[in-house]
T-cell receptor, first 109, second 114 residues
Framework: AQRVTQPEKLLSVFKGAPVELKCNYSYSGSPELFWYVQYSRQRLQLLLRHISRESIKGFTADLNKGETSFHLKKPFAQEEDSAMYYCAFLSGSARQLTFGSGTQLTVLP | NAGVTQTPKFQVLKTGQSMTLQCAQDMNHEYMSWYRQDPGMGLRLIHYSVGAGITDQGEVPNGYNVSRSTTEDFPLRLLSAAPSQTSVYFC?????????????FGSGTQLSVL
């Protein structure tokens, strides 16, 4: 079945340290992958999409077809990065967004 | 411009009761969807709609009904609530032509079924 897997439910790093949130996908064909983020007391929102190859709030994510991964990275974590992060992909004829199980990131002072 | 508005924010039901979770958006988005969020399981799609009068099932549709009589509203009905439906429910919409690429989410409804 087509899915995304986020192996870490919880991840803690210290402020200023690099952070990598893992996402692996199982998909036949060319996937369209996204990262969504939910900050405390805020709505879930789009962080970035792989086709844009953009950097948002210092985060980047590169699609690695060889490793079937789409890991989210930031070289220097900030306390305000603490949030729940979801990897997601588009699927189906109606192009529904399917989410992974999420990783709760905590950046410690 | 309120975006996606969900009501109520909190609800407690007894097993067997029915209720409707309301969702409205004022952005003229064609695509709307309902997700439930459960610990360790992420968000799972319940139902979605690609436009007024058109709805379809997602990954976990059992026990839920939807309708889309207008572009703005997409209510979710629980027919006979069960404890397994205790969850946080999110409504989302996206601009025409994008479907799930950029979802705008509501603030959620926390539902407890006793």
């Amino acid at each position: 079945a087509q899915r995304v897997t986020q192996p870490e439910k919880l991840l803690s790093v210290f402020k200023g340290a690099p952070v990598e949130l893992k996402c692996n996908y199982s998909y036949s064909g060319s996937p369209e992958l996204f990262w969504y983020v939910q900050y405390s007391r805020q709505r879930l929102q789009l962080l970035l999409r792989h086709i844009s190859r953009e950097s948002i709030k210092g985060f980047t994510a590169d699609l690695n077809k060889g490793e079937t991964s789409f890991h989210l990275k930031k070289p220097f974590a900030q306390e305000e990065d603490s949030a729940m992060y979801y990897c997601a992909f588009l699927s189906g004829s109606a192009r529904q967004l399917t989410f992974g199980s999420g990783t709760q990131l905590t950046v410690l002072p | 411009n309120a975006g996606v508005t969900q009501t109520p924010k909190f609800q407690v039901l007894k097993t067997g009761q029915s209720m409707t979770l309301q969702c409205a958006q004022d952005m003229n988005h064609e695509y709307m969807s309902w997700y439930r969020q459960d610990p360790g399981m992420g968000l799972r799609l319940i139902h979605y709609s690609v436009g007024a009068g058109i709805t379809d099932q997602g990954e976990v549709p059992n026990g839920y009904n939807v309708s889309r009589s207008t572009t703005e509203d997409f209510p979710l009905r629980l027919l006979s609530a069960a404890p397994s439906q205790t969850s946080v429910y999110f409504c989302a919409s996206s601009p025409s032509g994008t479907r799930g690429e950029k979802l705008f989410f509501g603030s959620g409804t926390q539902l407890s079924v006793l």
